[in-house]
Antibody
Framework: QLQLQESGPGLVKPSETLSLTCTVS??????????WGWIRQPPGKGLEWIGS???????YYNPSLKSRVTISVDTSKNQFSLKLSSVTAADTAVYYC??????????????WGQGTLVTVSS | EIVLTQSPGTLSLSPGERATLSCRAS???????LAWYQQKPGQAPRLLIY???SRATGIPDRFSGSGSGTDFTLTISRLEPEDFAVYYC??????????FGGGTKVEIK
């Protein structure tokens, strides 16, 4: 059974960089059938896609966040990571890592991590 | 950029009733790229439907999706107690990018 687990600081100061890692277990991150992504959800609000990465390292970012986001992959550790720079209180959210399945076309975000709350505050 | 508008914002129904949730896109969306998710408090979203009408693994057949172009619908034929939750539609676009609707909360009447 595939599992995804987010890890990283739960508190980040304004103007600093938020860094999270997603560890994938029960399956390989190096598969041509999947993208790996980050999605966030501010408290009490809806879902926002941050960006996605392919195992080859190709990245795709939400245009509204692109200038501040970097997503990377480490296939040797079966992990991928998120960095979001110059954070403000508006970046306070639950951050989810996820798998996006592309087998015979788009088949949805079918696996999610449990989510980790990141609070931006001094 | 495609915007997804979900309606109603809140749906108040009783167990056993039929729920009909709407998702309208600001421009035409390929049915192949439209998905629906269920989210309960404190949990990650769960994939229900992809390709507008295909149920994900393990999803009961009381959940069904339909629609094309700019109008999509998620139907829950008979609400079970565990179905009261927030539902999101989502579109997969170029790049590849994901866009979510604002959500519909299905609450117990």
């Amino acid at each position: 059974q595939l599992q995804l687990q987010e890890s990283g600081p739960g508190l980040v100061k304004p103007s600093e960089t938020l860094s999270l890692t997603c560890t994938v277990s029960g399956g390989s991150i190096s598969s041509s059938s999947y993208y790996w992504g980050w999605i966030r959800q501010p408290p009490g609000k809806g879902l926002e896609w941050i960006g996605s990465i392919y195992y080859s390292g190709s990245t795709y970012y939400n245009p509204s966040l692109k200038s501040r986001v970097t997503i990377s992959v480490d296939t040797s550790k079966n992990q991928f990571s998120l960095k979001l720079s110059s954070v403000t209180a508006a970046d306070t959210a639950v951050y989810y890592c996820c798998r996006i399945t592309m087998v015979r076309g788009y088949q949805g975000v079918d696996y999610w991590g449990q989510g980790t709350l990141v609070t931006v505050s001094s | 950029e495609i915007v997804l508008t979900q309606s109603p914002g809140t749906l108040s129904l009783s167990p056993g009733e039929r729920a009909t949730l709407s998702c309208r896109a600001s421009q035409s969306v390929s049915s192949s790229y439209l998905a629906w998710y269920q989210q309960k408090p404190g949990q990650a979203p769960r994939l229900l439907i992809y390709g507008a009408s295909s149920r994900a693994t393990g999803i009961p057949d009381r959940f069904s999706g339909s629609g094309s172009g700019t109008d999509f619908t998620l139907t829950i034929s008979r609400l079970e107690p565990e179905d009261f939750a927030v539902y999101y539609c989502q579109q997969y676009g170029s790049s590849p990018g994901l866009t979510f609707g604002g959500g519909t909360k299905v609450e117990i009447k």
